[in-house]
């Protein structure tokens, strides 16, 4: 297929290349030059402007920073410009409502679209085992499904529009939740004498086993190797954590429901990031509760 690939940022890059090596020709925009070098690097076709990037595409994706830029760039250059009958994909993480209207904007159009957030970080997008969560009609689901399954492991309809961000803001809730949780239990055990091996022995075949413990621990040299193993490089960005608890709490106000660990995590995130911390790792937030 021939495909407009906007927004070729640390995730967006490594997608739009495995695109190519799936065997698609991808049209590339960003505004960065150095980004649009890369993909060009990777086989893509480069373009100066997003709009002249859809000319005559059969499917758009988009993986931009935040919604009112998805906003901007499907209203001022996507919409309209690219072809009738082009299937429409953001996979960035922004707002339900945002993404909610604008694919009710793009359906408006004649689009068939879907938002397709993504779990997984950088080495899943560049090694193309990202997982999937989509919203959207069944049709534009299984429009939407080969090309997602060229630049990931697992493609999962979460429901209508709106509801794979739903899916990837109530997922990092929740883990931003168990890994404070999991955090907090290990500093304690430490300073009530026990050695953080034997916790983790004792607890991961425990009922307080979670994934933040067994795939993710927190500790130096404890469980599988994380980045506490690297001084809390790499992996998952405290700022990018901050970004979908204060998602999650938007949409927890849209709804009404009631979320006080969560408000509570998106607090002490807060205080971690405004302390300098906006590129560490989220599980170095341990090293606040020693
Ligand atoms: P990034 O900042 O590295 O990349 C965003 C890219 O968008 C940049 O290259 C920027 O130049 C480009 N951009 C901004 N405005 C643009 C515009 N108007 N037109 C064209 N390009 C524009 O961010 P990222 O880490 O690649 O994240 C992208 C999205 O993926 C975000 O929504 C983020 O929340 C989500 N996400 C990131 C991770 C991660 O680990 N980095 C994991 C899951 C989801």
Redesign the pocket.
């Given at each position: 297929m021939k495909i407009a690939f906007?927004?070729?940022?640390?995730?967006?890059?490594g997608m739009a290349a495995n695109l190519v090596k799936a065997g698609h020709a991808v049209n590339a925009?960003?505004?960065?030059e150095a980004?649009l070098d890369a993909a060009k690097e990777h086989g893509c076709a480069t373009f100066t402007d997003?709009a002249a990037a859809c000319d005559g595409v059969e499917a758009v994706v988009t993986?931009?920073?935040?919604g009112q830029?998805v906003q901007?760039?499907y209203e001022g250059s996507v919409i309209g410009r690219a072809p009738e009958g082009a299937i429409l994909l953001d996979?960035?993480?922004?707002d339900v409502a945002t993404a909610r209207a604008v694919i009710a904007a793009a359906e408006g159009a004649g689009y068939d679209m879907v938002d397709a957030?993504?779990?997984?970080?950088?080495a899943a997008?560049n090694g193309g085992t990202l997982t999937f969560m989509v919203g959207g009609s069944g049709e534009a689901f299984e429009r939407a499904k080969p090309i997602l399954e060229g630049m990931g492991k697992a493609v999962i309809h979460a429901g209508a529009a709106g509801n794979g961000q739903a899916a990837?803001i109530c997922n990092n809730m929740l883990l931003g939740i168990h890994m404070i949780g999991t955090c907090e239990a290990f500093a304690m055990a430490q300073k009530l004498g026990l050695d953080p091996q034997t916790f983790y022995d004792i607890s991961s075949v425990s009922s307080g086993q979670c994934w933040s413990m067994t795939s993710y621990c927190p500790v130096p040299g404890v469980g599988p190797t994380t980045p506490a193993d690297n001084g809390y490089q790499g992996g998952?960005?405290a700022g990018?954590m901050l970004?979908?608890l204060r998602l999650a709490m938007d949409a927890a106000e849209d709804v009404n429901a009631a979320v006080p660990l969560a408000q509570r995590a998106r607090a002490l995130y807060e205080d971690y990031v405004g302390a300098g911390n906006a590129e560490v790792d989220f599980s170095g937030i341990i090293r606040t509760l020693k």
């Amino acid at each position: 297929m021939k495909i407009a690939f906007i927004g070729l940022g640390n995730m967006g890059g490594g997608m739009a290349a495995n695109l190519v090596k799936a065997g698609h020709a991808v049209n590339a925009f960003d505004l960065s030059e150095a980004a649009l070098d890369a993909a060009k690097e990777h086989g893509c076709a480069t373009f100066t402007d997003a709009a002249a990037a859809c000319d005559g595409v059969e499917a758009v994706v988009t993986m931009l920073p935040n919604g009112q830029i998805v906003q901007s760039v499907y209203e001022g250059s996507v919409i309209g410009r690219a072809p009738e009958g082009a299937i429409l994909l953001d996979c960035s993480t922004i707002d339900v409502a945002t993404a909610r209207a604008v694919i009710a904007a793009a359906e408006g159009a004649g689009y068939d679209m879907v938002d397709a957030p993504v779990s997984g970080g950088i080495a899943a997008a560049n090694g193309g085992t990202l997982t999937f969560m989509v919203g959207g009609s069944g049709e534009a689901f299984e429009r939407a499904k080969p090309i997602l399954e060229g630049m990931g492991k697992a493609v999962i309809h979460a429901g209508a529009a709106g509801n794979g961000q739903a899916a990837k803001i109530c997922n990092n809730m929740l883990l931003g939740i168990h890994m404070i949780g999991t955090c907090e239990a290990f500093a304690m055990a430490q300073k009530l004498g026990l050695d953080p091996q034997t916790f983790y022995d004792i607890s991961s075949v425990s009922s307080g086993q979670c994934w933040s413990m067994t795939s993710y621990c927190p500790v130096p040299g404890v469980g599988p190797t994380t980045p506490a193993d690297n001084g809390y490089q790499g992996g998952f960005a405290a700022g990018l954590m901050l970004k979908d608890l204060r998602l999650a709490m938007d949409a927890a106000e849209d709804v009404n429901a009631a979320v006080p660990l969560a408000q509570r995590a998106r607090a002490l995130y807060e205080d971690y990031v405004g302390a300098g911390n906006a590129e560490v790792d989220f599980s170095g937030i341990i090293r606040t509760l020693k």
